[in-house]
């Protein structure tokens, strides 16, 4: 089976742009999550998707958001970006809802200049 | 408030060495479960191992080891003769119950381990 994909690897982007990050979970797993990993910060939960509707949501401004399509692929996007927006954003499958044992990918580093 | 804590920030050691990575968390959950993924340089976190609170037995895994102790709020995680292919970053995770009633894992901020040739 194929791992957890995501595109594009990296991204520059400049202070007030909009980004869209894309996710591809494991053939078959239903669920999907974004984390974002900074070294001060280290991994914050933005969100969970399963079955095309959120179900989690962590403490992040409106300016991130998400979504979920038929065939569990997921996009994310982060709108009017900031500095502080610099990241590396995780996304993770898993077969179902709640269910810990996450398949991470290996992220799209976004550097806002 | 639940938290999970890595006091160790950076380790380094030499091959072959035996190494411990501490966790300590807090939870107010009577059910709980703890985890440890591993982040190579490639950047996509591995599991490695979720233990539920129930279930305080030790577990070992080739060279890999974990001490869960509920008394002390710790889970660490133990890896005999290091070799240079364990050099990553580990963490911790803790899954709990949010205000949503919903399950999420909340993360300590990790162990940079360097192994030495």
């Known amino acids: 089976k194929a791992g957890v994909t995501q595109t594009p690897r990296y991204l520059i982007k400049t202070r007030g742009q909009q980004v869209t990050l894309s996710c591809s979970p494991i053939?078959?797993?239903?669920?999907v999550s974004w984390y974002q990993q900074t070294p001060g910060q280290g991994l914050q939960f933005l969100f969970e998707?399963?079955?095309?509707?959120?179900?989690n949501k962590g403490n992040f401004p409106g300016r991130f958001s998400g979504r979920q399509f038929s065939n569990s692929r997921s996009e994310m996007n982060v709108s009017t970006l900031e500095l502080g927006d610099s990241a590396l954003y995780l996304c993770?499958?898993?077969?179902?809802?709640?269910?810990?044992?996450?398949?991470f990918g290996s992220g799209t580093q976004l550097s806002v200049l | 408030a639940q938290k999970v804590t890595q006091a160790q920030t950076e380790i380094s050691v030499v091959e072959k060495e035996d190494v411990t990575l501490d966790c300590v968390y807090e939870?107010?959950?009577?059910?709980?479960?703890l985890f440890w993924y591993k982040q190579p340089p490639s950047g996509e976190l591995v599991f490695l191992i979720r233990?539920?609170?129930?279930d305080e037995q030790n577990e070992i895994s080739g060279r890999y080891s974990w001490n869960f102790q509920k008394s002390t709020s710790s889970f660490n995680f133990t890896i005999t003769a290091s070799q240079v292919v364990d050099s990553a970053v580990y963490f911790c995770?803790?899954?709990?119950?949010?205000?949503?009633?919903?399950?999420?894992?909340?993360w300590g901020l990790g162990t940079s381990l360097a192994v030495n040739p």
């Open positions: 993770a499958s898993s077969e179902g809802q709640g269910k810990e044992k996450l398949f």
């Open positions: 939870t107010r959950d009577t059910t709980y479960y």
């Open positions: 995770a803790l899954s709990s119950f949010n205000a949503g009633n919903n399950r999420k894992l909340i």
């Open positions: 233990r539920n609170s129930f």
């Open positions: 998707y399963f079955s095309e509707t959120q179900r």
């Open positions: 053939s078959g797993h239903r669920s």
